[in-house]
């Protein structure tokens, strides 16, 4: 698997680990919310470019 | 790698056995959420008896049921508002409303929630980047910012890609076109026929475009023409620029684009859509090159209105070629070469529209506008081309239309009745143009 493409996705997956944890605490506040919801739609299209090749590979292994 | 030509180079030259295991994930996988989240879907495919786990391989794919224009409009109906149970999200989810043209009858809503319309901006990226927009470029949209897709989503995938950009909204085609020139913008995106109502109005003002305006590229998508070599050729000596081509639809999302190696051919954006094309007739699947067919099209990663195995009508062809920019998505030729409800037989033969523009706007003294007609007379089909004869070329005419005869015979195997129209007076369009009128339907 390419190097770069599996630090990255490790990444994005923190990214999104983050991003509902800020969610769950200050989810009640309307600015975090909906801040945070647009940040989670870039990290899913960080996902369709950079994680989903990363499960492909996963899932050929297994 | 080289980088710098793409947006995704991971994606945009993954190995064409690895392309298509990643299309089968994401075809189950946006299968489930629709299957689980949509009622529509839930009950179109239980009454065919289908469940997601059906499907395990490519092949398995042809299975599932596809779904037409007709039946978005009709569930339209349902609640909730205005959309319809096909809604695979909560209403207070969607944030974008958009709509069809209406062009083939009752317009269908679009409701895309942010990630949708991050998405869409995503697919737009893909297309700007290959298309060489970069930060340096100053972008005008010379378009109504409406309740029609049309431009939005390039506008913001210009603005991700980090171009500057300039919207040219509520203007009148004046405005535009002093606008473009007081800002000098270097590209803009349009219909085929704007590009040219653009350059004509520009002319009639006293501006050349080609010498007076710093364009250097125009993205064309809403019509087929960018990929008509007669209506390119147009464009391309009227602004000095290089044209390019994009295809997509509401309901669907920007699904092919051409890059500067592709010429009249474009790319499939695979990693997001998968295309299949079918035997007008026989509902074949077409894997062949130079084959006519309708596509059939899937969106993987839409999720408040899933399109999913979409019957497009639109009509295209796999070209026969790989593309120099090393892009592994596979071409299509010559666009959308017509829609399925429009290639329509008269007089025994088959025609395609695109097929009569290209003629006439291979022929340098017409106008770009045109206008065709079908009727019957008794029982024969009856068929008149009309057109314009540019200012200075009147005294040509017999000439002129006796080369369009024999060019139309030529490319059509039909024989027309031609109306010479004074120059100016047939429709100019800013948006979709509807020149063939089939009235034997009527």
Redesign the interface.
Known sequence: M?ET?AKLSERIRELRRLSEETLKIGGHIQTVNKNV??I???I??LE???C??V??EE??KN | MKEEIYWNPYIETLPREKLRMLQLKKFKRILKWAYDNSPFYKRYYSSFGLEPEDIKSFEDIRKVPKIEKDMLRDVQTREPFPYGDILAVPLEEVVAFRQTSGTTGVPVYQGDTWQDWEWQAECWSYILYAQTYRPKDRVFFPFGYNVFTAFWNAHYAAEKIGCEVVPGGVLNTEGRILKMKELKCNAFLATPTYVLVMGETAMKMGIDPKKDLSIEKITCAGEPGASIPSTRKRMEEMWGAKIYDHIGATEIGAWSFGCPHSGLMQHVNEAFFLVEIEDLETGELIEEPNRQGKMVITTFDRIAKPCIRFDSKDVIKWADCTCECGRTFRLIDGGVIGRADDITKVKGVLLAPTAIEDVVRSIPELSSEYEVVVTKKGDMDDITLKIEIKPGYETKEKEILSRLQNELRLKTNLGYNIEVHPFGSLPRYDVKAKRFKDLRKH
Do not use: R, T
């Open positions: 390419d493409l919801k647009k989670l739609a870039n899913k299209m369709l470019n950079v989903d090749l499960e492909l899932e050929g």
